[in-house]
């Protein structure tokens, strides 16, 4: 049975550092790995889509990186804001009826 | 274009009672998917269906049954609610099953008594 984890589990940092969030996963047999954002009392918002044949994908202050072999995936954020403040959470899709397997979060806070 | 829409947005029920939480996706996906999110526990699938016509169990089955006569929506069913079953509940849908991404609905938070 696929395991994600995430670490840390929560974060705290002034605004404007750069930030990498870690996420392991226990089966290297995936096809993809989602990235998402959840705001409190929300929905979950998609971030990156990383296939299992690619190694990172990169969307504005976004970059993700998925290294199957090892297990892991990183999801770095550059110059981070206060709205950057949320839940991050990593997925991992092994098809049918795994559908995604999610850790548990990050809860990232930037300061002002 | 709204993506994906729940009903409702929140319900008190009691136990034993059957319950509907409605789903519906405006983006013509062909696979749609039910998740609960616990405190503790993540996010974990309910039920899949891939496309149309067809559905699947996923890590939490029991107590829940679901149904996909069209493209569009995708219900899921507590026959009779117990308070376990207390959790907030994502529908979520995807273009292709295996390699597009999940978009989320904004939720269900269902509180059995």
């Not at chain 1, 994908?57 to 995936?73: E, M, V």
């Not at chain 2, 729940?6 to 409605?22: C, D, E, H, K, N």
Request: charged fraction near 15%.
């Amino acid at each position: 049975k696929q395991e994600v984890t995430q670490i840390p589990a929560a974060l705290s940092v002034p605004e404007g550092e750069n930030l990498v969030l870690n996420c392991s996963f226990t089966d290297s047999a995936i096809y993809n790995l989602q990235w998402f954002r959840q705001d409190p009392g929300k929905g979950l918002t998609s971030l990156l889509l990383i296939q299992s044949s690619q190694r990172e994908q990169t969307s504005g202050r976004l970059n993700a990186s998925l290294d199957k072999s090892s297990g892991r995936s990183t999801l770095y954020i550059a110059a981070s804001q206060p709205g950057d403040s949320a839940t991050y959470l990593c997925a991992a899709f092994g098809g049918g009826a795994d559908g995604l397997t999610f850790g548990k979060g990050t809860h990232l806070i930037i300061q002002p | 274009i709204a993506g994906i829409t729940q009903a409702p947005t929140s319900q008190i029920l009691a136990a034993g009672r059957r319950m509907t939480l409605r789903c519906t996706q405006d983006m013509r996906h062909n696979a749609m998917y039910w998740y609960r999110q616990d405190l503790g526990l993540g996010l974990r699938l309910i039920h899949y269906s891939n496309t149309a016509g067809t559905t699947g169990k996923g890590e939490v089955p029991d107590g829940y049954s679901v149904s996909r006569a069209n493209t569009d929506d995708f219900p899921l069913t507590l026959a009779s609610a117990v308070p376990s079953q207390t959790s907030v509940y994502f529908c979520a849908s995807s273009d292709g099953p295996f390699t597009d991404t999940q978009y989320f609905g904004p939720g269900t938070r269902l509180t059995v008594l």
